[in-house]
T-cell receptor
Framework: AQSVTQPDIHITVSEGASLELRCNYS??????LFWYVQSPGQGLQLLLK??????LVQGIKGFEAEFKRSQSSFNLRKPSVHWSDAAEYFC?????????FGKGTRLHILP | DVKVTQSSRYLVKRTGEKVFLECVQD?????MFWYRQDPGLGLRLIYF???????EKGDIPEGYSVSREKKERFSLILESASTNQTSMYLC??????????????FGEGSWLTVV
């Protein structure tokens, strides 16, 4: 069955440090993949998406993600985090026009 | 910008009450969705609609129904609310079925507490 796994429930990094959030997927065909961010009490905002082509995808707020078919992964990265990046991050997969989400990774930033 | 509006941000209802959660989108999107979000469980799809009066069950439809009488409006109905339906409910919309790469846009969520 199609699924999305985010292995890390919580991640803590220091402000200014680099960040990588992990996402693994299970899907029979070429997946459409997304990363969303949710600030407390808010809806979800799209950070970036992968449909095809270049496997390194640039998004908003300085985020990027790399699609690796051989590892079934779509990890999110940022070279230097800011305190405002503290939020919950969701990886998602498009399955027959329905979006399936991972359980999320909550990012904490140390000053 | 696409706008998905959930009219009620915070609701408190009693067990057994009928509850309506309303969602309106302003971009003429065919697809509309209702998700439920719970800590540690992420977002789970309740129902999906790909056209007026058309609907499909998602992963957790039990205890819920939906209504889509107009293209821009998608309602989630809890026929008899129970305490285990206390949750955050997120509505979303996107372009047509078949455009699998299309982005899904979310409302800000409705916090429902059933007491």
């Amino acid at each position: 069955a199609q699924s999305v796994t985010q292995p890390d429930i919580h991640i803590t990094v220091s402000e200014g440090a680099s960040l990588e959030l992990r996402c693994n997927y299970s899907y029979g065909a070429t997946p459409y993949l997304f990363w969303y961010v949710q600030s407390p009490g808010q809806g979800l905002q799209l950070l970036l998406k992968y449909f095809s082509g270049d496997t390194l995808v640039q998004g908003i707020k300085g985020f990027e993600a790399e699609f690796k078919r051989s590892q079934s992964s779509f990890n999110l990265r940022k070279p230097s985090v800011h305190w405002s990046d503290a939020a919950e991050y969701f990886c998602a997969l498009n399955r027959d026009d329905k979006i399936i989400f991972g359980k999320g990774t909550r990012l904490h930033i140390l000053p | 910008d696409v706008k998905v509006t959930q009219s009620s941000r915070y609701l408190v209802k009693r067990t057994g009450e009928k509850v309506f959660l309303e969602c309106v989108q302003d971009m003429d999107h065919e697809n509309m969705f209702w998700y439920r979000q719970d800590p540690g469980l992420g977002l789970r799809l309740i129902y999906f609609s790909y056209d007026v009066k058309m609907k499909e069950k998602g992963d957790i439809p039990e205890g819920y129904s939906v209504s889509r009488e107009k293209k821009e409006r998608f309602s989630l109905i809890l026929e008899s609310a129970s305490t285990n339906q206390t949750s955050m409910y997120l509505c979303a919309s996107s372009l047509i079925v078949g455009s699998s790469g299309n982005t899904i846009y979310f409302g800000e969520g409705s916090w429902l507490t059933v007491v």
